[in-house]
């Protein structure tokens, strides 16, 4: 089974350049997290979506960064324009919650992309 | 006061050694507990859930204190292998908010 995707596997990008990160969840997962982590902050919840439709995207640094999720099947984290700070590693998860009242399965992680903006 | 607070270490240990690792969380509705191990430049994976009778999965024991609010893990003949960074992770209620602590950096020596 293919597990959670992630690309690209490494971004270098200028500052004030816009940004995209692309994920495709496990197959039948209904949740999908972004997470992002740095040595200073380790693993930071960004937004989360449970059936396509954001939950709490309260760990949302600032209004650059936006984050959609069109179908199951994939999700996209925007920075627009990109900062030096932005630098770290961006992580996606899903896992097969059915429902806001069941109980918590395990987060699948994909491999990250590795955010570098100059 | 961070919602999950772990001893980021290292800790530095030799083979066959017994090392734990404390975890403690700030929201008393937190409801599922877990560890992830994650390696050097890779992505978390799931280590093993903490239940509130404590649990155990060979080597590794986990261990939930409700009133304290906090978790252990117990790494009994350590190995090589097992030298990562060991994150503590905590749920909110409905199980979605998922918090992970810094972690904890394990150094298993020859």
């Known amino acids: 089974d293919a597990g959670v995707i992630q690309s690209p596997r490494h971004e270098v990008t200028e500052m004030g350049q816009e940004v995209t990160l692309r994920c495709k969840p496990i197959?039948?997962?209904?949740?999908l997290f972004w997470y992002r982590q740095t040595m200073m902050r380790g693993l930071e919840l960004l937004i989360y979506?449970?059936?396509?439709?954001?939950?709490?995207d309260s760990g949302m640094p600032e209004d650059r960064f936006s984050a959609k999720m069109p179908n199951a099947s994939f999700s996209t984290l925007k920075i627009q324009p990109s900062e030096p700070r932005d630098s770290a590693v961006y992580f996606c998860?899903?896992?097969?919650?059915?429902?806001?009242?069941?109980?918590?399965?395990?987060?699948?992680f994909g491999s990250g992309t590795q955010l570098s903006v100059l | 006061r961070k919602e999950v607070e772990q001893d980021p270490g290292p800790f530095n240990v030799p083979e066959g050694a017994t090392v734990a690792f404390n975890c403690t969380y700030s929201?008393?509705?937190?409801?599922?507990f877990f560890w992830y191990r994650q390696d050097c430049r890779k992505e978390p994976k799931l280590l093993m859930s903490?239940?509130?009778s404590g649990n155990e999965d060979g080597r590794f024991t986990a261990q939930l204190n409700r009133a304290s609010q906090y978790i252990s893990l117990l790494i009994r003949d350590s190995k090589l292998s097992d030298s990562a960074t060991y994150l503590c992770?905590?749920?909110?209620?409905?199980?979605?908010?998922?918090?992970f602590g810094a972690g904890t950096r394990l150094f298993v020596k020859a």
């Open positions: 998860a899903s896992s097969g919650l059915r429902d806001l009242s069941a109980t918590n399965e395990k987060l699948f």
């Open positions: 197959s039948g997962h209904n949740s």
């Open positions: 979506f449970n059936n396509n439709v954001p939950i709490d």
């Open positions: 929201n008393s509705a937190s409801q599922s």
């Open positions: 903490v239940y509130s």
């Open positions: 992770v905590v749920n909110g209620a409905g199980g979605f908010k998922t918090i």
